[in-house]
């Protein structure tokens, strides 16, 4: 059995929602899910090659185009696991769209259709590590309440700095306040991922956006970049039964780079 696919989690016969399937790590929490036991519909602008239970097409900019993709599936899940996403080379409204806006859309439509105890994942960033900084303006927009609040939000509270790194400090913000909000519901629960950079097709991109050098920094420091498989393997834990009393948290995977960059054995990166 691949790297990919190898996961001795708790998943069997669980039904998952995975947003991102046809590539990178989207991919790999797919494969890794279906090996172990569990069913996968997949939500991508592009078709999985991943054998999933169903594919449906989205454009997670667009919340009819969310809305659509839902009427289209049929039943309850176990899990949400919200992996797609864009990277700053993009225009920073469709970067703050898909990332944040479309991720909370989907997320708070599937509320009422998670089985008891289902869990959530939202697979964030450490380039949203900035969010204490700046927590008092990511609460005002956290708080917005539709698609085309926070829309009107963003456009009239540009943001200094790179939209993606925004964008995930609000996912990550957005997972931290909901814990004991989505526990009332059902018993649900939701924590994010923070990956460093991964070896996906989108990594140029990050390189362009973020600064080569600095991805090569935290590389040499690393000795190599995570693997697709390597973040799937966290996001497939946190949508496990074994991780059924973590909740409202963030799980840092990121081979240690944040813990170096905490304890002042490194400069944290300008990103």
Known sequence: MDDIERTHMDVQGLRCLVTGTASGIGDAVARQLVAAGATVVSLDRNTPTAPVEQH????????????????QIDGNFDALLNVAGIPGTAPADLVFKVNFLG??????????????????????????????????????????????????WFAEHPQQGNAYNF?????????????????????????AVLPGPVETPILAD???SMGKETLDGVKAFLGRHATAA???????????????????????????????VLA????????
Do not use: C
């Open 103 to 152: 991720m909370r859309h989907l997320t708070e439509s599937l509320f009422e259709r998670l089985n008891e105890g289902g869990s959530i994942v939202v697979v964030s960033s450490t380039a949203g590590f900035g969010w204490p900084q700046r927590l008092d303006v990511l609460k005002e927009v956290v708080a917005t309440e539709s698609f085309a609040e926070g829309e009107k």
């Open 56 to 71: 449906v097409k989205v454009d997670l900019a667009d919340p009819a185009s969310i809305d659509a993709a839902l009427e």
């Open 264 to 271: 002042g054995l490194v400069p944290a990166p300008t990103i």
């Open 167 to 191: 964008s995930k400090e609000a996912a990550t913000v957005y997972t931290l306040a909901m814990g004991g909000a989505v526990r009332e519901m059902n018993e649900l629960r939701i924590n």
């Open 206 to 208: 990050f390189e362009e």
């Open 230 to 260: 390597d973040i799937a393997s966290a996001v497939v834990f946190l949508a496990s039964r074994d991780s059924r009393w973590i909740n409202g948290t963030t799980l840092i995977a990121d081979g240690g780079i944040t813990g170096a």
